[in-house]
């Protein structure tokens, strides 16, 4: 399978612990995205690398939201010090990026978290 | 603020008939709009991408078209079938390479029933 894969694909935690989540993106797409989608919205933009370079966060990425990309490969969002409001689908995307009027983004199956 | 409307928020449907999903947007300056189906508990799926100077595009049963002078795009489902159920979530960027200000609608879901 040669699309985005994140894992795990759901997450259940008590309020106060960290949680960590891989994305492995398409294999030539250097641009990774990371989106959170709560029940009847749309994704929410958190953050994006161009390669190991986070090039933009979000406001929603609060200090207890990290996010590393170290070979400009594959990506870990971690949240520390869980809240039940960080309760969501966190979905991460990836593509060419480079300019032009398709860059389309690859999105992945997502990861469920469920903070009790 | 950039904001995208998609309408109508919920829409049921009979196996076989065509609907019509709307999404009206601020974003500006455009640059590209696209149309994504996303299943329960799945990642969206692209549709259709437009760029400004596209007015229709087709991916099969699925007919996108654009009016930028009004910023206003459609979604078009021709011949409804069940696995069509979803929601549909239209974004619209307005620049090709700042992920950061591409803005989501937030769907629209779409009941297909026997």
């Known amino acids: 399978d040669t699309g985005v894969s994140q894992d795990p694909r759901h997450k259940i935690t008590k309020r106060g612990q960290n949680v960590t989540f891989r994305c492995d993106p398409i294999s030539e797409h250097n641009r990774l995205y990371w989106y959170r989608q709560t029940l009847g919205q749309g994704p929410e933009f958190l953050t994006y690398?161009?390669?190991?370079?986070?090039?933009?966060k979000s406001r929603l990425l609060s200090d207890r939201f990290s996010a590393e990309r170290p070979k400009g490969s594959f990506s870990t969002l971690e949240i520390q010090r869980t809240e039940q409001g960080d309760s969501a689908m966190y979905l991460c995307a990836s593509s060419l990026g480079g300019g032009g009027a398709y860059n389309e983004q690859f999105f992945g199956p997502g990861t469920r978290l469920t903070v009790l | 603020k950039n904001q995208v409307e998609q309408s109508p928020q919920s829409l049921i449907i009979l196996e076989g008939k065509n609907c019509t999903l709307q999404c009206n947007y601020t974003v500006s300056p455009f640059s590209n709009l696209r149309w994504y189906k996303q299943d329960t508990g799945r990642g969206p799926v692209s549709l259709t991408i437009m760029t400004f100077s596209e007015n229709t595009k087709s991916n099969g049963r699925y007919t996108a078209t654009l009016d930028a002078d009004t910023k206003q795009s459609s979604l078009h489902i021709t011949a409804s079938q069940l696995s069509d159920s979803a929601s549909y979530i239209c974004v619209v960027s307005p620049t090709n390479t700042n992920a950061g200000k591409s803005t989501f609608g937030d769907g629209t879901t779409l009941t297909v029933k026997p």
């Open positions: 690398f161009q390669n190991e370079a986070q090039l933009e």
